[in-house]
């Protein structure tokens, strides 16, 4: 057997959940838990936990940090589970595990679920409650509302899912505080609204991988032009977001300034997307909206270290 047609055999084993899968490897699980997106949560989260008034024994810190990741993993295994029949179909996604037949579906899922509970009981009983109920809203919402609800019914899937994404500042404060204020609710705020126009910009050029597999992203069901326009849109709308920290008299004037100058590029990047047709200018974004929002945050990192924020 050629290794092509094992790789097609394999694939579409794992995308139907057949049973039998033995030959998964550290790497495959590891995989599971999609280490780009839980490295954002961890960093955001850390952000959150670093801006929060008082501070964590760091034992405790080290054991939030290590909850929030592997529930953000944990969530992202079931959701691997869950579209493991679409994952098949999109170049971006069916070399992932399931869909190459490494590991079943029933091993995602058990195993999604068992690291789900565990690091809800863990931050529960090591920090504190309000940052465990935190953490399980946020597996609870990437699962059932955004994986298993939103994404395949509507184009609006990344604006009301992406709600999932930005719990993270929140969290690493409650680990701290027990509580929340506004701060932790902007750092949420800013998150949510830099969703859209960050995966937007890489549906525009990934259109037939979401057409095929039938997701109901934006570019498929509204089309070209007006993905594009609502990029625009709320790119405009996502600065003020920033700024409003630094507005608010919650962060000092280093993160004003390179936050406005950091927006304005966004928005320029935006505008480019708006006038051109062609797929280089949501590459762009889309590499450079990863980079912004890294930054924004940075910053406040870099003013508390230095001592220069509000």
């Known amino acids: ?24 490897r550290p ?21 959150g936990m670093v801006l929060a008034p008082g501070s964590l024994h760091p034992t405790l810190a080290i054991t939030a940090v ?13 959701n691997m589970w869950y579209d493991a029949d679409i994952d098949a179909l999109m170049a971006r996604t069916q070399d992932r595990p399931i869909p190459q037949g490494r590991i079943s579906r029933d091993q995602a899922l058990g195993f999604g679920t068992v690291l789900s509970f565990a690091s809800v009981l863990v931050m529960g009983l090591a920090v504190n409650w309000v940052a465990a109920s935190i953490l399980a809203l946020t597996i609870g919402f990437y699962v059932f509302i955004y994986t298993m609800w939103l994404k395949r019914r509507t184009p609006q899937n990344i604006v009301i899912g992406g709600a999932a994404g930005a719990f993270p500042p929140m969290l690493g404060w409650a680990a701290v505080t027990g509580d929340l204020s506004l701060l932790p609710v902007l750092l949420f705020a800013i998150i949510f609204m830099w969703t859209p ?36 849109i709320y790119s405009l709308l996502l600065v003020p977001v920033t700024l409003s920290p630094w507005l608010l008299g919650l962060a ?17 990047l935006a505008w480019r997307i708006w006038r051109s047709n062609d797929d280089r200018a949501p590459k762009h974004m889309f590499a450079f909206s990863i980079l912004y929002l890294f ?16």
């Open 27 to 47: 790497a495959d699980y590891l995989a599971l838990l999609k280490p780009r997106v839980m490295s954002l949560v961890v960093f955001t989260s850390l952000v």
């Open 1 to 24: 057997m050629s290794d092509a047609s094992y790789s097609v055999e394999r694939r579409e084993a794992g995308s139907a959940g057949l049973e039998g899968v033995h030959d998964a």
């Open 252 to 268: 000092g004037h280093l993160y004003g300034g390179v936050t406005a100058v950091l927006g304005a590029i966004f928005i320029g």
């Open 197 to 232: 126009p960050h995966f937007w910009a890489l549906a525009l050029y990934r259109s037939d991988d979401y057409a095929r597999a039938g997701v109901p992203m934006l570019p498929v069901v509204a089309g070209d032009r007006e993905t594009r326009r609502q990029i625009l």
């Open 66 to 78: 290590l909850c929030i990741a592997i529930g953000a993993g944990a969530s992202g295994a079931i």
């Open 295 to 310: 930054l924004l945050f940075a910053l406040l990192l870099a003013e508390r270290g230095l001592g220069w924020g509000a």
